[in-house]
């Protein structure tokens, strides 16, 4: 990252170019009630206009209101990754990213317009003072919060604020006449970059990464260790669906796999000199076996991480090809609390790949449709189908041919599972409808379900429900018209998709992701390749001849 001053620099020509409505010199003059405009060049020309409309114009109008509606529009014909954050949404962007917020520790759902207690963080204000799972939330500070005007927008802005602030609920609770309420003190909340560390065998460890955040590199620390002392012989590192983050927590990260002057990533733009980031050798797991698993949804530092690994062969890449995001974006704040993230350059695989895809001007309509043309394409079911640009050759530190062009390929392509899809799954999943029916259940069964511990004992217990008869029939009530033989089809996928997520319910997210792992496809190859002694890459037949 750049130091405090250089981002002070940037900050001052982004203010000066964007806003410039707050400083520079406004240069018109009138003749005959004509204004013209005698300064034609960049910001200055933003300032005329902007002055003139203020002085003019037929109606009264809020300039700050008209800025902020423009400088989006200035930044979206750049590229798809540089945005403009108001003021009002900062602190919540960041929130993820820095690695706490301020709040009363709970994780809710909103099921039919109130709030319902999903999970009581342990140790936070909800359970210090008595909060439990099944709650339901039906007044905040004496005022009713029930009805239409409860969303995912408006409950998470009621209930977060500043730690030390006061909040007091109203609880209906299961079993209780009257309503409960509770004073909260908020606290500072953690939010984790690990969502699951688990030993898939007597041998292999599992870490599961959401993002790349300030805390990401001492939860990884953490959870290697909890490996090590369960005799973890070897990693799947599991990056599906990880949006990126910050550059620093991914080159910390990776630095504890690779060797010393192993290079892990390098950056560089118009205004940025290359800029090369390698291992100091200090890492504990430079000789562990390792695999990493990517999809489309891995972007950003994923993919730096997936690319050191890949070009240093380090490891086996395995899943589907990521998303392809290869900007660096610099965060500016401005005075009013609001803040841009703006692309300051590119950056590069050891091997010399960018792995941006293609974009025309700004978040064209073809960019952001790229995923849904990949699936359509075909390329989520056949390795055959990937379009990457051949043209240009890159070779990893063994000779393999890799490519650039859009996105991370996997050393081992494994497609999306859609064994037992049928239309009937499709319709009920998308309505919501197994979510909602494990959610009831869940509350009516709190009791008999919260004896159980671990996930094999619950699942079991599970199994014995009968709960895709029972999810049949409330999706019944719900309008969705019976379909016996695709019911029959989708029997599987439907009672692993409610009984998942009654676990998440009951024993939360890491048990649940070791729940859903026990079937995964993707988990399985990686095991394999594990198993045979397969996961570090050789060298291709022509390499080895060279």
């Given at each position: 990252?750049?130091?405090?001053?250089?981002?002070?620099?940037?900050?001052?020509?982004?203010?000066?170019?964007?806003?410039?409505?707050?400083?520079?010199?406004?240069?018109?003059?009138?003749?005959?009630?004509?204004?013209s405009l005698t300064q034609t060049n960049?910001?200055?020309?933003?300032?005329?206009?902007?002055?003139?409309?203020?002085?003019?114009?037929?109606?009264?109008?809020?300039?700050?209101?008209?800025?902020?509606?423009?400088?989006?529009?200035?930044?979206?014909?750049?590229?798809?990754?540089?945005?403009?954050?108001?003021?009002?949404?900062?602190?919540?962007?960041?929130?993820?990213?820095?690695?706490?917020?301020?709040?009363?520790?709970?994780?809710?759902?909103?099921?039919?317009?109130?709030?319902?207690?999903?999970?009581?963080?342990?140790?936070?204000?909800?359970?210090?003072?008595?909060?439990?799972?099944?709650?339901?939330?039906?007044?905040?500070?004496?005022?009713?919060?029930?009805?239409?005007?409860?969303?995912?927008?408006?409950?998470?802005?009621?209930?977060?604020?500043?730690?030390?602030?006061?909040?007091?609920?109203?609880?209906?609770?299961?079993?209780?006449?009257?309503?409960?309420?509770?004073?909260?003190?908020?606290?500072?909340?953690?939010?984790?970059?690990?969502?699951?560390?688990?030993?898939?065998?007597?041998?292999?460890?599992?870490?599961?990464?959401?993002?790349?955040?300030?805390?990401?590199?001492?939860?990884?620390?953490?959870?290697?260790?909890?490996?090590?002392?369960?005799?973890?012989?070897?990693?799947?590192?599991?990056?599906?669906?990880?949006?990126?983050?910050?550059?620093?927590?991914?080159?910390?990260?990776?630095?504890?796999?690779?060797?010393?002057?192993?290079?892990?990533?390098?950056?560089?733009?118009?205004?940025?000199?290359?800029?090369?980031?390698?291992?100091?050798?200090?890492?504990?797991?430079?000789?562990?076996?390792?695999?990493?698993?990517?999809?489309?949804?891995?972007?950003?530092?994923?993919?730096?991480?997936?690319?050191?690994?890949?070009?240093?062969?380090?490891?086996?890449?395995?899943?589907?090809?990521?998303?392809?995001?290869?900007?660096?974006?610099?965060?500016?704040?401005?005075?009013?609390?609001?803040?841009?993230?703006?692309?300051?350059?590119?950056?590069?695989?050891?091997?010399?790949?960018?792995?941006?895809?293609?974009?025309?001007?700004?978040?064209?309509?073809?960019?952001?449709?790229?995923?849904?043309?990949?699936?359509?394409?075909?390329?989520?079911?056949?390795?055959?189908?990937?379009?990457?640009?051949?043209?240009?050759?890159?070779?990893?530190?063994?000779?393999?041919?890799?490519?650039?062009?859009?996105?991370?390929?996997?050393?081992?392509?494994?497609?999306?599972?859609?064994?037992n899809y049928t239309p009937y799954y499709?319709?009920?999943?998308?309505?919501?409808?197994?979510?909602?029916?494990?959610f009831q259940y869940t509350d009516k069964?709190?009791?008999?379900?919260?004896?159980?511990?671990?996930?094999?004992?619950?699942?079991?217990?599970?199994?014995?429900?009968?709960?895709?008869?029972?999810?049949?029939?409330?999706?019944?009530?719900?309008?969705?018209?019976?379909?016996?033989?695709?019911?029959?089809?989708?029997?599987?996928?439907?009672?692993?998709?409610?009984?998942?997520?009654?676990?998440?319910?009951?024993?939360?997210?890491?048990?649940?992701?070791?729940?859903?792992?026990?079937?995964?496809?993707?988990?399985?190859?990686?095991?394999?390749?594990?198993?045979?002694?397969?996961?570090?890459?050789?060298?291709?037949?022509?390499?080895?001849?060279?």
């Open positions: 990252m750049r130091t405090n001053k250089s981002i002070a620099v940037i900050m001052s020509i982004a203010v000066a170019m964007i806003v410039g409505v707050y400083i520079g010199h406004l240069s018109t003059s009138t003749t005959t009630g004509t204004t960049g910001y200055k020309k933003i300032n005329a206009l902007l002055h003139i409309i203020e002085k003019d114009y037929v109606d009264t109008v809020d300039i700050s209101k008209i800025v902020e509606g423009a400088i989006p529009k200035v930044l979206s014909e750049l590229d798809p990754h540089s945005i403009y954050i108001p003021a009002k949404d900062l602190e919540a962007t960041n929130a993820g990213l820095n690695g706490s917020f301020g709040g009363i520790g709970i994780q809710f759902s909103i099921q039919k317009d109130t709030i319902h207690v999903n999970q009581v963080i342990h140790g936070g204000p909800s359970e210090k003072v008595g909060l439990m799972p099944g709650d339901r939330i039906v007044t905040i500070n004496d005022s009713l919060f029930v009805g239409k005007e409860v969303t995912v927008q408006s409950a998470p802005q009621r209930l977060k604020g500043p730690k030390g602030t006061n909040v007091k609920l109203g609880i209906l609770r299961t079993g209780e006449k009257q309503l409960l309420h509770f004073n909260i003190t908020r606290d500072n909340i953690p939010i984790y970059s690990v969502d699951a560390t688990l030993m898939l065998t007597p041998k292999w460890g599992y870490i599961k990464l959401n993002k790349f955040g300030r805390t990401t590199y001492s939860e990884v620390i953490t959870s290697i260790a909890r490996l090590k002392q369960q005799n973890c012989k070897g990693l799947i590192f599991d990056l599906r669906g990880n949006t990126g983050g910050y550059l620093e927590a991914a080159t910390q990260v990776i630095n504890e796999f690779l060797s010393k002057k192993d290079l892990i990533v390098y950056t560089k733009g118009k205004k940025w000199t290359r800029n090369d980031i390698y291992a100091n050798g200090m890492g504990s797991c430079k000789d562990l076996p390792l695999v990493i698993l990517i999809d489309e949804g891995s972007a950003s530092a994923s993919e730096i991480f997936s690319g050191a690994i890949q070009d240093n062969d380090r490891g086996t890449i395995i899943g589907r090809r990521s998303f392809g995001k290869g900007l660096v974006q610099e965060p500016v704040e401005f005075m009013d609390g609001s803040a841009i993230r703006l692309t300051v350059a590119r950056y590069y695989t050891p091997s010399g790949r960018c792995i941006q895809k293609p974009y025309v001007d700004g978040a064209d309509e073809k960019y952001q449709m790229d995923i849904l043309e990949r699936y359509e394409h075909g390329e989520f079911f056949s390795k055959d189908s990937i379009k990457q640009n051949k043209e240009i050759v890159y070779r990893t530190k063994i000779g393999r041919k890799v490519y650039g062009g859009g996105g991370i390929m996997p050393d081992i392509f494994v497609p999306q599972d859609t064994l499709r319709t009920v999943v998308n309505r919501g409808v197994p979510l909602s029916f494990a069964h709190r009791k008999e379900l919260e004896v159980f511990t671990n996930t094999l004992d619950l699942y079991n217990y599970l199994k014995q429900q009968d709960l895709v008869k029972q999810l049949v029939n409330y999706a019944s009530s719900k309008g969705v018209t019976k379909r016996n033989k695709q019911i029959y089809k989708s029997r599987e996928l439907l009672d692993k998709y409610v009984s998942g997520s009654i676990i998440y319910n009951i024993l939360g997210l890491e048990s649940y992701i070791g729940f859903l792992n026990s079937t995964d496809k993707t988990i399985q190859k990686a095991i394999n390749i594990l198993d045979k002694g397969e996961w570090r890459p050789k060298p291709s037949k022509k390499a080895e001849e060279k």
